[in-house]
Every structure is written in C-alpha cells, then in structure tokens.
C-alpha cells in the first residue's frame, strides 16, 4: 500500500497539469442501486438502445441479440457477418444509424478473418428486421490485415454531421505501424456510413497517407463518444502498464504511441522517448496504476441530476465503473464504484429512462437506478 501511495504521489508530481490521476472507491448507497437487467450472455462487448425499448447486444464468439425491457433474451439473430473470434477478436461494437427511426440501419464492428492467420478491424451494416440483419455489407476494412489477436480497438461513434468514427488499435504487435500514415493500424478513422471518405477528413489529396485517417498514434480505445454539447469527440485508451489515457482526439493530430506514454511495458522496461515531445499530444488525463479502460459514457440524464455531465468509464483490470468530473480540459474528480462485483466492466450506456447499463466480461448486464425508485 505505500509503494502504491508512493508511486501515485511521484505520478502527480511529475505530470503535466492536465494529466492528474487518482484512485477513490465510493459507494452507491443512498445514490443507486445496483439491479440485474440481463445475465446469461458469452462476452458481451456492445450495447444499443432501440426506440420500441429494447436493446442490441453483441457476444464476442459472433452473436447478436435482443435485450427485451425485462431482460430477456432474444434467440441469436441473423445476419451477422463471420468473425475471428480469438484472443480479444470476434463481435465487437453495435451502434445505430442517426436516422435509424427511418431506415433501421445497423452497424457492427468485428474482428475480420483474411488470409493465412491474418485477421483486421471491419464494420458492416444492415438492415434490421425481426429475425436478424438484411442487406449485410461490409463498409470499412483495417489495412492492413495483421497476425495478431489483439487491441482492434473497434468502438463506433457517429458525428453530428452523420460521417462514422472507428477507433483502432495497435494490434499488439504492431507498433511501427501506428505512426506510419499509410496504414491504418493505431488509427481513429472517419468514413461516409456507404464507406466512402469525407472530403473533408484532414488527410485528404496527401500522397502515400490514407485518407480515411481522422487522427493517429494511438495505442488501443475500446470507449469513444461524442460530447453531448459541443460535439467533440472523445476517447478511453488501454496504454501499456501505467498509461491509460483519456484524449479528445482531432482532425490530424498525433497522440503519440508509441513514441511517448506515461506507461512502461510489462517487463518493466521503457517505450520510447518519453512522455512528450513536440508535435504529438498530452492526454487530458492519464491512469497509474491501468485501470484497463472500456466503454465511455458522458452522462445526459435526468435520473440521476448530480451526475449529469460525468464521464463513466468502465475498469476491466480493477471491475470499476469510474466516475470523472471535469471542468473543461482538466479531471477535477474521481470516484469509483461497483468494488464489491469483482467483475470486469466492457461497456457503460445510458438507457432511454436515465439509468446507466454496465456490461460486463462475465455475461451480466448491471443496471443503475435511483437509490429511491
């Protein structure tokens, strides 16, 4: 305990004002209570709301279902495109067109099998029906395809103006690759929702860089979201063992990894050059010890009035729903909940009545209601 009290002291001291970090358990008591809305799922990874109340789930080994209000289970529906379900791959996100009320378009991120053991990020899209997903085609493909199981990053993220963001990783054994503009592992990329690239995008007509590129040098964001207000989007980032970031990536800029991290690797050794240099961004806020960041959500609802604006990310490595308050750029507070589940926390989504819906790696969905409900 004093060698954790230590090193999180050291940390504070030798960060950049943006970039605190801290680590506080709360309870809900007297603010929530904790609800079980649906269980008996396999690696569940993705969740969306449907306007009839009812949501999509995704399971890594490739299935999609519905959640009914009561939580009941939906038989698998079909449509799904083949995953590779290995390591960290299979069925990843799900997200809903902006205009899904009208063309019932939706999208799904997935870890795409290629050839000779090679596997890469991929969204497609479909139709949605009763009995699963019509029209299915794939919209995006990682370049390239890589041998590696891990960090596909893969969470989906739609702009104001209808254009798809989608984070990506490293793939774990990639890191040369991140900081080369021709391909796109350790990319966030922005595409049109027929795949095509806005003309927009801030690599557009640069020779030998892909186009699609929103921003670069990122390790692996498994939580995106857009700000509820401004429109900005926003990420949680697994860096390596002592790097989680919080970042609001932008058009063009360079986030670093992994030139420079706040992280070691897992042998204990450095990685690269340090945790700044000139022309790559600082993070907003950074977590050491890693708390294993997956799912981010910036809190809109009314059930819970004293949270309203909080950030919630979920904790895979300590099973946290983390509570972040923040005054513009800077993190002012931190609370952590959900201590006593032991379970690891994938994603965090706001339902449409306000509550907050915690997926987790162990098939159980949480729910968080009103302490007085």
């Not at 063009?252 to 204990?268: A, E, F, L, Q, R």
């Not at 950030?311 to 972040?324: A, E, H, N, Q, T």
Request: proline residues 6%; charged residues 25%; hydrophobic residues 35%.
């Amino acid at each position: 305990m004093r060698l954790f009290v230590l090193l999180l002291a050291v940390g504070v001291l030798a960060c950049d004002a943006t970039a605190q970090k801290s680590s506080f358990d709360r309870s809900l008591d007297g603010t929530a209570r904790v609800t079980e809305f649906a269980k008996g799922l396999e690696g569940p990874w993705g969740l969306a709301f449907l306007p009839d109340g009812r949501a999509l789930v995704t399971e890594k080994p490739g299935r999609l279902r519905f959640i009914a209000p009561d939580g009941r289970l939906s038989e698998p529906l079909a449509g799904v495109p083949k995953v590779d379900d290995a390591s960290q791959g299979g069925l990843l996100d799900v997200a809903l067109d902006p205009k899904f009320a009208a063309n019932r378009l939706v999208y799904l991120s997935f870890s795409e099998p290629g050839t000779d053991g090679k596997a890469g990020t991929a969204v497609a899209k479909g139709r949605l029906g009763e009995r699963g997903l019509e029209d299915v085609v794939v919209i995006y493909r990682q370049e390239p395809k890589v041998k590696s199981g891990g960090h596909y990053g893969s969470r989906l993220v739609f702009g104001r103006d209808g254009t798809l963001f989608i984070t990506q990783g490293d793939r774990q054994n990639q890191r040369p690759l991140v900081q080369d503009l021709s391909t796109d592992i350790g990319k966030i990329v922005r595409i049109a929702t027929d795949g095509s690239v806005p003309p927009d995008n801030p690599f557009v007509g640069k020779p030998g860089v892909r186009p699609e590129i929103w921003s670069y040098g990122h390790r692996n964001a498994q939580g995106a979201m857009l700000h509820p207000e401004t429109g900005q989007l926003w990420t949680v980032e697994h860096g390596a063992m002592g790097g989680d970031e919080l970042n609001h990536p932008e058009a063009g800029k360079n986030y670093g990894w992994p030139v420079i991290t706040y992280g070691v690797d897992y042998s204990g050794t450095k990685i690269g050059e340090g945790t700044a240099k000139a022309g790559m961004e600082q993070p907003v806020h950074y977590w050491d010890p890693s708390i294993a960041p997956s799912g981010l959500l910036i809190y809109t609802g009314d059930a819970f009035p004293a949270w309203k604006g909080s950030y919630f990310v979920g904790s895979l490595k300590f099973g946290r729903l983390v509570r972040l308050e923040l005054a513009g750029d800077k993190v002012t507070k931190e609370e952590r909940y959900l201590a006593d589940r032991g379970l690891r926390v994938r994603d965090v989504e706001q339902g449409p009545e306000g509550f907050i819906y915690v997926v987790t790696d162990q098939g159980v969905i949480l729910r968080l209601e009103p302490a007085n409900r």
